[in-house]
Each structure stands twice: as structure tokens, then as C-alpha cells.
Nanobody
């Protein structure tokens, strides 16, 4: 009922930038919370940044000042601008949203398929 499609991953040198996008589609009444997670090899998935429908943002300490989460409501798309990338930012990045559906009550969480970000030193 809801699909999240990520784009924008790739290979970049340390100090470079990438911008990820996550486009939502389906039976969506409202996106309550939009977020980005990442998972590096051998590590647990961790929250990188989150954005509420009211506009509040939060970031992992490791990315504060370097990453920015934003959204385009008309496109039901949110972004992660990543600057000053470091090799330790290498991971699969997943978008995630808590969604209010049009077809049944409740709040439901959906995940994107993941996009690889590799930062070379």
C-alpha cells in the first residue's frame, strides 16, 4: 500500500557530498515522521536523522553539522544532504516513514530498500 523508493547513493571521496532522496507513494494520508537510518557491515542499524510533520529535526551526534534532513511535501519526498563525508559514513542508508494511511486507521512504519553510500579515504 505504501512504497518508499530511495535514490542518490554512490561512491564519493572523503570530504565530498551526496544527497539522498526518498519518494513515498501509495495510500498515504499523512507522513508523520520521516527518517534516515544506516547500517554498516557488522554493525546494528542506527538512526541518522529524523523529521516530523511539524518540522522538528533530530540528528545522530556523529552527523550533526554535516548532514541535513529536509522534505518536499508536494512530492512526498524527503532528502538527506550529506556534506564533509567521512569513510566511517560508509553504510547502506535506509529511509523510513511513519504513515497514516487513507484506507485504515492507525500509524504504520515503512522502509525503503536501501542505497549504498561508500566514502573512500
Amino acid at each position: 500500500q505504501v512504497q518508499l523508493v530511495e535514490s542518490g547513493g554512490g561512491l564519493v571521496q572523503a570530504g565530498g557530498s551526496l544527497k539522498l532522496a526518498c519518494a513515498a507513494s501509495g495510500s498515504i494520508f499523512r507522513l508523520d515522521v520521516m527518517a534516515w537510518y544506516r547500517q554498516a557491515p557488522g554493525k546494528e542499524r542506527e538512526l541518522v536523522a529524523a523529521l516530523t510533520s511539524g518540522g522538528s529535526t533530530s540528528y545522530a551526534d556523529t552527523v550533526k553539522g554535516r548532514f541535513t534532513i529536509s522534505r518536499d511535501n508536494a512530492k512526498m519526498t524527503w532528502y538527506l544532504q550529506m556534506n564533509s563525508l567521512k569513510p566511517e559514513d560508509t553504510a547502506v542508508y535506509y529511509c523510513n516513514a511513519d504513515v497514516v494511511l487513507t484506507v485504515r486507521p492507525g500509524l504504520y512504519r515503512y522502509w525503503g530498500q536501501g542505497t549504498q553510500v561508500t566514502v573512500s579515504s
